[in-house]
């Protein structure tokens, strides 16, 4: 497969056309960002890391029947995905009370959800990412009905999944946000999961293993991302 063109460089992923219209690569960049981009480092490793967790964390979703974009690991930093139509729509599921939702609503940190929450964010970094609702997304033709309907679906089925990954290398799955697009009429799961886009804490200590160790300045950041790696059966 050839590499072409950019199509698009984002905080920490950049995106490039090949010689197949229907496949991108994607580039894991070292490249970490907090708050809007206010906050940015460079972490050694990180593409690597999140590469590689990224690409075993997709293939545990598609051996469970969750249809995702990814089609294959290129090199340690790059891997091959089928080309979405993204929706600009950010689907949220919380176990565990944390971040915005904390600030919200005035609620302490790590209280049990139950049932588990569901948020939609708009993706658009100029209006700070606003939380909508599913009547604002029809109205403004952000994603239909049904499409909003199967990313629901879809998001509480990677939960199932993934929370019990998670709880047999021993840590909580928090929250995490998922994107989406459209391939051939089907909604897939796009964008990536790793430690940048989840929260995950030590099941017994409740020790912060995700972003939240770059955006609260406790260190170790990648050191963390690779414990959770470990942890869960990811060869770096
Ligand atoms: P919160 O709404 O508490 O800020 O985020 C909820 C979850 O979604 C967290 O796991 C957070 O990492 C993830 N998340 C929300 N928005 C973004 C985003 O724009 N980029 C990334 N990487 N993760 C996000």
């Known amino acids: 497969m050839e590499k072409r063109h950019a199509l698009y ?20 960049r070292d490249d970490t960002s907090a708050f809007d981009g206010e906050k940015k480092e460079s972490l050694a490793r990180k593409g690597m ?5 990224n690409a075993y964390i997709m293939g545990k979703l598609e051996e469970a029947g969750i249809p995702t974009h990814f089609a294959g690991l290129l090199n340690d930093t790059e891997c091959v995905v089928k080309k979405l139509d993204m929706l600009p729509v950010e689907c949220v599921v919380r176990n565990l009370s944390a971040g915005s939702l904390c600030r919200r609503l005035g609620v302490e940190e790590g209280l049990d959800l139950d049932p588990p929450t569901y948020e939609l964010f708009l993706k658009d970094d100029a209006q700070h990412d606003p939380m909508i609702n599913e009547s604002l997304a029809e109205t403004f033709g952000w994603a239909t009905p049904a499409q909003l309907a199967e990313m629901k679906r879809l998001t509480y089925r990677v939960n199932e999944v993934l929370r019990q990954l998670f709880l047999d290398g021993d840590m909580l799955l928090v929250d995490y946000k998922l994107e989406f697009g459209v391939f051939h009429g089907e909604i897939v799961l796009g964008d990536e999961f790793s430690p940048d886009g989840c929260r995950l804490w030590d099941a017994r200590t409740r020790e912060k293993l995700d972003k939240d160790r770059f955006r609260q300045g406790l260190g170790g950041v990648i050191e963390a991302y690779e414990e959770v790696g470990r942890r869960i059966g990811v060869s770096f």
């Open 9 to 28: 460089a984002g905080k920490a992923k950049s995106v490039y056309h090949t010689d197949d219209p229907e496949r991108l690569i994607l580039h894991f």
């Open 49 to 53: 890391v999140n590469n590689k967790f």
